[in-house]
Antibody
Framework: QVQLVQSGAEVKKPGASVKVSCKAS????????MHWVRQAPGQGLEWMGR????????DYAQKFQGRVTMTRDTSITTAYMELSSLRSDDTAVYYC????????????WGQGTLVTVSS | DIVMTQSTLSSPVTLGQPASISCRSS???????????LSWLQQRPGQPPRLLIY???NRFSGVPDRFSGSGAGTDFTLKISRVEAEDVGVYYC??????????FGQGTKLEIK
């Protein structure tokens, strides 16, 4: 069965960087794009970007261009999302989500990683 | 970018009664192949989102048949035929046709009476 298991909660100071991992299992990792979506406390869903695990190619939302880097390690079927120059309004739960094979969108989601930015 | 706008449910829904949530996009979601990439997600309290419906009306694996999707172009609807207690949560529509970016509606909260 498809599983996406994310790394644990992080607390960071403003200006720092955070790197969240997403370990995939139960399917062919390089066959599906991986999306990253975040959700601020009590708020809705915000798409950050996606990575092609086969080629490493990325598409980022304009809002995060220059601050976000998505990478992958195919040997351990893990995707990463690094966000730099953190601000307090980056406090959110960050999700990875697999691309749907038959539609433009997502199917399986990770459990989420809470990133708290506080001085 | 496409803006997705969802309706709100005016009051809690009675167990066993139907519920309907609307979603409207600022532009047509039909792509050049004639496909419409509109999905519905459910987020139960404290849980990650879960895919319910993709391409307007296709139920994802394991989704009960009381959930159904309909619509075309810019107007879409998620219907729950008989609401159950486990359906409490927030429902989001999501478009992937005009990409990037993927965009989400603001969410619609379903409460049970």
């Amino acid at each position: 069965q498809v599983q996406l298991v994310q790394s644990g909660a992080e607390v960071k100071k403003p200006g720092a960087s955070v790197k969240v991992s997403c370990k995939a299992s139960g399917y062919t990792f390089i066959g599906y794009y991986m999306h990253w979506v975040r959700q601020a406390p009590g708020q809705g869903l915000e798409w950050m970007g996606r990575i092609n695990p086969n080629s490493g190619g990325t598409d980022y939302a304009q809002k995060f261009q220059g601050r976000v880097t998505m990478t992958r390690d195919t040997s351990i079927t893990t995707a990463y999302m690094e966000l730099s120059s953190l601000r307090s309004d980056d406090t959110a739960v960050y999700y990875c989500a697999r691309d749907h094979p038959d539609a433009e969108g997502t199917d399986y989601w990770g459990q989420g990683t809470l990133v708290t930015v506080s001085s | 970018d496409i803006v997705m706008t969802q309706s709100t449910l005016s009051s809690p829904v009675t167990l066993g009664q139907p519920a309907s949530i609307s979603c409207r996009s600022s532009q047509s979601l039909v792509d050049s192949d004639g496909n419409t990439h509109l999905s519905w997600l459910q987020q139960r309290p404290g849980q990650p989102p879960r895919l319910l419906i993709y391409k307007i009306s296709n139920r994802f694996s394991g989704v009960p048949d009381r959930f159904s999707g309909s619509g075309a172009g810019t107007d879409f609807t998620l219907k729950i035929s008989r609401v159950e207690a486990e359906d409490v949560g927030v429902y989001y529509c999501m478009q992937g046709t005009q990409f990037p970016p993927v965009s989400f509606g603001q969410g619609t909260k379903l409460e049970i009476k």
